[in-house]
T-cell receptor, first 115, second 111 residues
């Protein structure tokens, strides 16, 4: 079974803090993704990566950065956390960069509260 | 990607089959139909996907109409653990990389 793990299930941070969310997948997938999920807005793509050290902006990259130093690990960084970044953060991975029929597998999510 | 329409909520008796419908009348020939579900406060879980043939796996069956304008996800023997929000997603091979999750169907399995 594909396994995508995220470093924390729940996180509470203060405004202005630098926040690191880590994601690890064990299936040698090339593609990894970071989404955030908010009530009424569905899932929105923040960043994705199709290879080590490669990254592409999604729909809402402002206020975030990412790092992919190893194939299995994709980190999301909130440079200076703000209250509007309170959300559920979901990491996903998939086998091939593009193409229909290629499933994305999601981690359990990190619920971040910024005070 | 084609837009999908799902009923906002459904109930199903435990042990009975749950049939979740999805309309995707604007689907094009290279678009796949995916189903995911999300149990409260967890990440979305992949269930099944298909292009035009019916598909079955250990979790569910996917029935796609001949004209591909609609599909039905079938959970053959619903359990309380199947209570979740179910998302029908249509995605083409030419799409960018993300999945667009709509509002889905909230399925409640009743004892």
């Amino acid at each position: 079974d594909v396994k995508v793990t995220q470093s924390s299930r729940y996180l509470v941070k203060r405004t202005g803090e630098k926040v690191f969310l880590e994601c690890v997948q064990d299936m040698d997938h090339e593609n990894m993704f970071w989404y955030r999920q908010d009530p009424g807005l569905g899932l929105r793509l923040i960043y994705f990566s199709y290879d080590v050290k490669m990254k592409e902006k999604g729909d809402i990259p402002e206020g975030y950065s990412v790092s992919r130093e190893k194939k299995e690990r994709f980190s999301l960084i909130l440079e200076s956390a703000s209250t509007n970044q309170t959300s559920m953060y979901l990491c996903a991975s998939s086998l091939i960069p593009t193409g229909g029929g290629k499933t994305q597998y999601f981690g359990p999510g990190t619920r971040l509260l910024v005070l | 990607d084609a837009k999908t329409t799902q009923p906002p909520s459904m109930d199903c008796a435990e042990g009975r089959a749950a049939n979740l419908p999805c309309n995707h009348s604007t689907i094009s020939g290279n678009e796949y139909v995916y189903w995911y579900r999300q149990i409260h406060s967890q990440g979305p879980q992949y269930i099944i996907h298909g292009l035009k043939n019916n598909e079955t796996n250990e979790m569910a069956s996917l029935i796609i109409t001949e004209d591909r304008k609609s599909s039905t996800l079938i959970l053959p023997h619903a359990t309380l653990r199947d209570t979740a929000v179910y998302y029908c997603i249509v995605r083409s091979s030419n799409t960018g990389n993300q999945f667009y999750f709509g509002t889905g169907t909230s399925l409640t399995v009743i004892p």
